[in-house]
């Protein structure tokens, strides 16, 4: 059985439910360089200071109900100009409920960064809240561009633990870190859900997939999973080499997820007990994400999870797709792809309990849930 959920009641973003609240905006002081969007999950809201001889920059969103789910609100900065220059512009970020309770929090930017902050309402009343932001000159230099702040993303969530330590690791399943142009992908709501009972438990955790930048230099998702597991041994298999990489009761294993040779290799070599959760975060390739699922799928405890990330990205084109092949095994009940054995394919047939497709924000993550037996 399967079907696609995209946690309507726990994520406000632009890819989730909120292009269905309606918003007002009101903005002060403003210049014609500033941009207000009619809602602040739109694309496109930029402000830019004024000089500092005249009042800042301000604009006022809501107010609107947030679901009662929803206690924390990421904001995602990067400030731009034409040309280089010596500005540094202060933005706040402020919620406000409707007695004039507020959190807030001032970010300072120079040319050309990116930055993120996080504002929890805690005890606002969130029948009724307001956004605000305020942008002015920390630094101002003589000079004719004066940059703007671009708000590239607003993430409204239900905050857990996982998620803060997702964010302070820099991975992008929690909500201020993302790849490329991407966004966050806010797994961390998910993941949440599925171990908060057990995390304290002991098991196997295998991810595949472990770094952000290029080359590697930290694994990010293997440290947050250290804190959250922490009675979990932890496997780390990628293509790259992480043998720098060193943590408590940490295994990392270099290997193709599309060579059976080198997951034979990593089983064989580490020879980890049955995984109860495995984290398919690699190349996103659907035909190694099937050649690493037929391969390891018997290494996976019975109730165990194995979990594939970012269903929609893919770096070429084949079919099926991971994605295609899960919905038509949910419909079908069978697994017919040229990337799995005859063997491998009925061994998931067997062995499926059921898959369930989650999209907490902007991309598709599938459960797939061993049979217990
Ligand atoms: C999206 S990143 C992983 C991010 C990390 N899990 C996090 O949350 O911060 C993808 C990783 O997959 C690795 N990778 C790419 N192709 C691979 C392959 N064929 N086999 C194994 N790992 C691969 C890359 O080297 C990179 O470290």
């Given amino acids: 059985m399967t079907g696609v959920r995209?946690?309507?009641?726990?994520?406000?973003?632009?890819?989730?439910?909120?292009?269905?609240?309606?918003?007002?905006?009101?903005a002060k002081h403003a210049n014609a360089w500033s941009r207000f969007p009619a809602s602040p999950f739109a694309a496109g809201l930029v402000l830019m200071p004024n000089h500092p001889d005249r009042e800042n920059v301000s604009v006022t969103y809501g107010p609107i109900s947030v679901p009662a789910a929803v206690d924390t609100f990421a904001f995602l900065f990067s400030s731009a100009a034409a040309s280089e220059h010596g500005h540094?512009?202060?933005?706040?970020?402020?919620?406000?409920?409707?007695?004039?309770?507020?959190?807030?929090?001032?970010?300072?930017?120079?040319?050309?960064?990116r930055t993120a902050t996080t504002l929890a309402l805690?005890?606002?009343?969130?029948?009724?809240?307001?956004?605000?932001?305020?942008?002015?000159f920390d630094r101002f230099e003589a000079g004719d561009d004066y940059g703007s702040i671009h708000v590239l993303y607003v993430l409204g969530y239900e905050g857990n633990i996982l998620?803060?330590?997702?964010?302070?690791?820099?991975?992008?399943?929690?909500?201020?870190?993302?790849?490329?142009?991407?966004?966050?992908?806010?797994?961390?709501?998910?993941?949440?859900?599925?171990?908060?009972?057990?995390?304290?438990?002991?098991?196997?955790?295998?991810?595949?997939g472990l770094g952000n930048t290029v080359p590697p230099a930290d694994a990010a998702s293997l440290r947050a999973w250290r804190q959250y597991?922490?009675?979990?041994?932890?496997?780390?298999?990628?293509?790259?080499?992480?043998?720098?990489?060193?943590?408590?009761?940490?295994?990392?294993f270099r290997g193709d997820q599309a060579s059976r040779d080198d997951l034979r290799r990593f089983v064989a070599t580490l020879a980890p007990p049955p995984f109860r959760v495995v984290i398919d975060d690699g190349s996103h390739a659907s035909s190694h994400q099937?050649?690493?699922?037929?391969?390891?799928?018997?290494?996976?405890e019975p109730g165990g999870l194995y979990i594939v990330e970012d269903l929609g990205w893919q770096p070429f084109a084949e079919a099926p797709t991971t994605s295609?092949?899960?919905?038509?095994?949910?419909?079908r009940g069978t697994v017919d792809s040229d990337f799995l054995t005859a063997e491998e394919s009925r061994y998931l047939e067997r062995t499926v309990e059921n898959v369930e497709?989650?999209?907490?924000?902007?991309?598709?993550?599938?459960?797939?849930r061993k049979t217990t037996e």
């Fill in 88 to 113: 540094v512009i202060s933005i706040r970020t402020t919620l406000v409920d409707d007695v004039g309770a507020t959190v807030a929090d001032v970010k300072l930017l120079a040319h050309d960064q």
């Fill in 6 to 26: 995209t946690s309507p009641a726990r994520v406000l973003s632009r890819h989730g439910v909120a292009p269905d609240y309606p918003w007002t905006v009101e």
């Fill in 163 to 208: 998620i803060d330590l997702l964010n302070e690791v820099g991975s992008d399943k929690g909500t201020t870190r993302y790849w490329g142009r991407g966004v966050p992908h806010c797994y961390g709501v998910e993941y949440h859900r599925l171990f908060n009972d057990v995390r304290h438990e002991q098991f196997a955790v295998l991810e595949i």
């Fill in 290 to 300: 099937q050649i690493a699922l037929g391969a390891l799928f018997p290494h996976v």
């Fill in 357 to 368: 497709i989650c999209r907490p924000n902007d991309s598709e993550l599938a459960i797939i």
């Fill in 229 to 252: 597991f922490p009675n979990a041994v932890l496997y780390g298999y990628d293509i790259e080499d992480f043998s720098f990489f060193s943590q408590p009761e940490t295994f990392v």
């Fill in 122 to 136: 805690g005890r606002l009343n969130r029948a009724s809240v307001r956004l605000c932001f305020d942008v002015w």
């Fill in 324 to 331: 295609e092949l899960l919905r038509a095994f949910s419909d």
